[in-house]
């Protein structure tokens, strides 16, 4: 069974940062696409970064200069370093893969996602 295990939330002071890391288990084939999102209660889930096999990387606005996404192929692992936090940063946030494996249900940037991790809460105080 594949699956996306996040890790690394928690709550932290503005200003402050978190790694979030996702692992993919279950699949021993490489991912053309992974991304991380967010959603923010009561708001539609929103991309934040993602990166394509061939390295490229794309980020949202609000976290351009502050986030940074980064993929580890020979562990098939996908991390998200996050500085410089503030309130607006606070959600839940989830781990995504493009695994060919069904029906892609987000975009972001070059890619479409199937697979989804269970989401890890990010808390950024004032």
């Known amino acids: 069974q594949v699956q996306l295990v996040e890790s690394g939330g928690g709550s932290v002071q503005s200003g402050g940062s978190l790694r979030l890391s996702c692992e993919v288990s279950g699949h021993p084939y490489g991912t053309r696409c992974m991304a991380w999102f967010r959603q923010h209660p009561g708001k539609e889930r929103e991309g934040v970064a993602s990166?394509?096999?061939?390295?490229?990387?794309t980020y949202a606005d609000s976290v351009k200069g502050r986030f940074t996404i980064s993929k580890d192929n020979g562990k098939n692992s996908l991390q998200l370093q996050m500085n410089s936090l503030n309130p607006e940063d606070t959600a839940t946030y989830y781990c995504?893969?493009?695994?060919?494996?069904?029906?892609?249900?987000?975009?972001?940037?070059?890619?479409?996602?199937?697979?989804w991790g269970q989401g890890t809460q990010v808390t950024v105080s004032s």
């Open positions: 990166v394509y096999m061939d390295g490229t990387t």
């Open positions: 995504a893969a493009d695994l060919g494996l069904g029906i892609r249900s987000s975009y972001f940037g070059r890619c479409g996602f199937d697979t």
